[in-house]
């Protein structure tokens, strides 16, 4: 039996771009944070499983380019490979092209705990969407495209 989702409340319209920049800010705020819940490991912080995502998808990469993809600092993007390296779900290795560049790897573990992660997120968000109405899973799809647009600008 699928669950239904209660339908929210109605809400006044939001009268102002600012009103409704709020209301859109706070919404996308409290489903990431609901999203990171859904993980694999507990243990790792959410700077530490962005890090690990990034090189597992992305790598290998560069603590260089792990910190701008990140928007940290090198030196706080350094403090998170060593734990990763350390908890075995990172390895350096030199650069076969240039033997002063460090690259960093997603180990098997790594990678194992960046799969059950998003299949866990994938999970949790398709259960929700599954009680959604078609029209309100059309809505979502057109917001998606808009949301992605916006962080593309």
Do not use: F
Not at 61 to 80: C, D, F, I, K, Q
Request: net charge positive; glycine share 4%.
């Amino acid at each position: 039996m699928t669950a239904t989702v209660a339908p929210a409340p109605a809400r006044p319209k939001r009268a102002t771009l600012a009103e409704q920049s709020t209301e859109l800010r706070l919404s996308v705020m409290r489903l990431a944070r609901r999203m990171r819940q859904e993980r694999a490991d507990t243990e790792l912080s959410a700077t530490q499983y962005a890090a690990l995502a990034w090189t597992a998808s992305e790598g290998p990469l560069t603590p260089g380019r792990l910190a701008e993809l990140e928007r940290v600092t090198p030196p706080s993007m350094n403090r998170t490979v060593n734990c990763l390296v350390e908890s075995g779900l990172l390895v350096r290795e030199g650069s076969p092209d240039d033997g002063r560049k460090i690259l960093l790897h997603a180990t098997e573990a790594g990678h194992e705990i960046v799969r059950e992660t998003r299949r866990r997120r994938d999970a949790w968000l398709a259960k929700r969407l599954a009680a959604l109405t078609p029209d309100e899973r059309n809505t979502i799809a057109a917001a998606t495209d808009i949301l992605r647009r916006l962080t593309d600008q």
